[in-house]
């Protein structure tokens, strides 16, 4: 092997243990957590020496030198260390070797959480989306590219990029890898996934964790090949991962190496291995430290000890001033601390027609669906994918009915069940500029996904300084009716609400779905889109109004615009005999078909959107009227609706002549099927028609 790399491995050991000894030396200055590679080094710097700028990598906590053989500068990654206001990863806001980048000539790096094991998700859809850029391009017959698309297209995967993603072997027994590892090994994926064993996860050892490793694992997913190596022998490392690379760019297929490596240092600084690993552990890892390793490789080969000091006495010395210069760089100034959670949204004001002279009435599960059809016939970054929503039901509503007909397999296909997968993979796709829909099949089943929601899209926007907003649209049926029962019923918006970080629209009628699921198309964080499944075809009776003249191609709608849908009238207002009803989704519904009793005393508010919220508009009707009932279909307590209340009794109490009112579902855990006990938990017209009477009567 050429002696030059040997060499700069060698050196770049040094540079990371002399990182790991500062760091010791320096705990006090060092006080955020942090792990070092130490003892994974051979295995990693295998890595990072043999990417290409194409490439992308999603390296786990422990992989500072796959960061090293990137040629990213100690510097850099010790800014990180220190969450200073400079670095260039997260500016100060996640701890160190969690990065991300886009910096041109290096690797890309899509947004790295802490949670063990759930970068597989969103790093297999980035192989995802390569392959999908690579079919849309072997098919230019199919698909009509403009010129500037196929360039930018070919630009992306003309040098046959792989994604490599990276993991501890303790995160392997995460649901979510398996989710990941079917969709690579069903789609043939260009992904290698990289095992770093080293027996350990904190104080779990490998017996007490699993029954096999990932290697005998991997047999498991066919058509995933694999290899295995030692992992502390830097040349039988290089030759691997030179394979597994070669073989991923070559034949745009998956592989999986499992590379067995030492534990040297602390799990974290925070987590001393002192407290749990036995002295003959200690003994036996230390044995297979890398560094003397190579050192004794290179000294086989002729090169001097001499030299070797030298190297290392160099690194030590550099790695100094490269401490001192990060101790000395500026913290990040407090007034950035809300900046980049969500990227500039252009879509700022309704545009186009919402009632051409001359259009028809559609229900809202057709105006969805002519949405998507408008948007996919424009832009073929956009995808389509769930359970079911391909050629052979196109949706369990209907909802993407015809769509793969008309689009094709690859744009618009079946996934298995596996939530998580399917909600996270965006991530990847995004990062490449494909924009996806997706669905999950009820908001019941939203939660084995709520975790990628909440653990990477959100968050990614944020913690990388705005570099990878996740740009995707999150399609969930909601809501009751007519004996859905208790896992088809569910509502989810409190739950969503919560979620700093995602924007949630949730319309009542036709109009105001297509316009929003456009709006949420140009968008470039992430949307939910709740679409109540009582309203696709207004079955249930009293919500005909959610059928309208359907808008045309160019209208869209902006979140955070809520609509008076009724209004009052001026002499009640002027009598002080009025009040506002504020709700969304089948609360509309509710509150204009019992405002019927109350002619002219009602208005009614549809926020439209759950975040953002037009609390302007809120606010200045509340005001007007000086009584208010906030309307939702979700169990009340600790509800956004709660929270709705409570903010409009800040801001309005000077106004209010009586007390904020709420009403929800009754508080029980479910939505229970028999058709008499669901009308009895949720509210009705005739509980909104007691609610206004008395509220009136206050
Ligand atoms: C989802 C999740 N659960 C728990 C943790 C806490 N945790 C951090 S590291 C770790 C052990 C990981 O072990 P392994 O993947 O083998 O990596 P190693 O640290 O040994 O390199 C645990 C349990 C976490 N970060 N994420």
């Keep these: 092997m050429d002696k030059n790399i040997l060499l700069r491995a060698y050196r770049l050991m040094m540079t990371a243990k002399a990182m790991a000894e500062i760091y010791e030396e320096n705990r006090p200055i060092c006080k955020y957590v942090h792990s070092t590679s130490r003892g994974h080094e051979a295995i990693q710097l295998a890595t990072g020496l043999q990417l290409k700028p194409s490439d992308y990598i999603s390296p786990y906590y422990r992989d500072e030198s796959i960061m090293l053989g990137m040629g990213w500068r100690p510097y850099e990654m010790m800014l990180q260390l220190l969450a200073k206001g400079d670095d260039p990863f997260t500016g100060g806001r996640e701890y160190y070797n969690h990065p991300n980048s886009r910096r041109e000539n290096y690797p890309k790096i899509i947004h790295q959480s802490s949670a063990t094991g759930m970068q597989a998700v969103p790093t297999t859809g980035i ?55 079917q969709f690579a090994a069903l789609k043939q994926l260009p992904i290698i996934y990289l095992v770093e064993d080293n027996d350990w996860g904190i104080s779990v050892s490998s017996d007490e964790a699993r029954s096999m490793n990932a290697y005998e694992f991997i047999a498991g997913f066919k058509g995933i090949e694999r290899l295995q190596v030692d992992g502390s022998d830097f040349e039988k490392s290089y030759a691997c991962m030179e394979n597994a690379i070669h073989y991923v760019r070559e034949n745009r ?51 001097s000890a001499s030299e070797l000091d030298t190297i290392e006495q160099e690194e030590k ?37 919402r009632t051409p002279a001359h259009g028809e009435k559609v229900v809202m599960v057709d105006a969805a669906l002519h949405a998507i059809e408008e948007l996919m016939r424009k832009h073929p970054e956009c ?112 739950l969503l609400a919560n979620i700093k970080g995602i924007k949630v629209a949730y319309p009542s009628n036709a109009a105001d779905l297509k316009g929003l699921l456009k709006a949420a198309y140009y968008d470039p964080n992430p949307v939910v889109m709740l679409e109540h499944k009582g309203l696709y075809w207004s079955k249930v009776p009293g919500t005909d109004d959610a059928k309208t003249i359907e808008p045309d191609a160019d209208y869209i709608l902006p979140f955070g615009k809520g609509l008076s849908v009724l209004q009052a009238t001026d002499e009640a207002i002027e009598n002080g005999e009025s009040m506002c009803i504020i709700t969304y989704g089948m609360g509309v519904h509710w509150a204009k078909n019992a405002a019927q009793q109350y002619p002219g005393l009602v208005e009614v508010i549809d926020i439209r959107t759950i975040f953002p919220l037009d609390e302007a508009l809120i606010f200045s009707t509340v ?37 904020v009112k709420t009403l929800g579902a009754l508080n029980l855990p479910a939505v229970p099927m028999n058709t008499i006990l669901e009308a009895a938990m949720l509210p009705t017209v005739e509980k909104v028609e007691q609610a206004i009477g008395e509220l009136l009567a206050f």
């Excluded at 070919?154 to 989710?179: H, L, M, N, R, Y």
């Excluded at 790695?319 to 700022?348: C, G, H, R």
């Design 317 to 353: 010395e550099f790695i100094a001033k490269e401490f001192q210069l990060a101790v000395e760089a500026p913290d990040p100034n407090p007034l950035s601390v809300s900046d980049f959670v969500f990227a500039e949204n252009l879509i700022t004001e309704e545009v186009g027609c």
């Design 623 to 659: 005001k007007r009227h000086g009584k208010c009932l906030v309307l939702t279909e979700e169990q009340l307590r600790n509800s956004f609706a709660e929270a709705m209340a409570c903010r409009i009794q800040q801001d309005c109490f000077y106004q209010l002549d009586a007390p």
């Design 383 to 494: 995808l389509f994918y769930g359970q079911d929503v391909g050629r052979r039901i196109g949706g369990v509503f209907r909802e993407a009915a015809t769509l793969a007909e008309k689009f094709g397999d690859d744009r618009v296909f079946n996934t298995a069940i596996q939530e998580a997968y399917i909600i996270g993979s965006t991530i990847g796709l995004s990062a490449l500029g494909l924009k996806a829909f997706v669905e999950v099949q009820f908001a019941d089943y939203i939660y084995p996904g709520i975790n990628q929601l909440v653990t990477e899209i959100s968050k990614s926007s944020y913690l990388t300084c705005g570099k990878f907003p996740v740009s995707m649209v999150l399609r969930v049926p909601i809501g009751a009716y007519g004996g859905g029962g208790p896992y088809h019923s569910g509502s989810i918006e409190s």
């Design 253 to 303: 297929k998956p592989i999986l190496v499992h590379a067995t490596v030492p534990l040297l240092g602390h799990h974290t600084s925070g987590v001393r291995k002192e407290w749990y690993r036995p002295e003959d552990d200690l003994t036996k890892h230390a044995k297979d430290d890398p560094g003397p390793k190579l050192r004794k490789k290179l000294l086989e080969k002729g090169v």
């Design 127 to 181: 192989a995802q989306g390569f392959q999908y850029i690579e079919k849309l391009l072997s098919k230019t017959s199919e698909t009509a590219l403009s010129e500037d698309e196929k360039d930018s297209f070919q630009a992306i995967v003309k040098d046959k990029p792989v994604v490599v993603c990276c993991f501890g072997d303790g995160s392997i027994t995460e649901g979510e890898v398996s989710e990941a590892f």
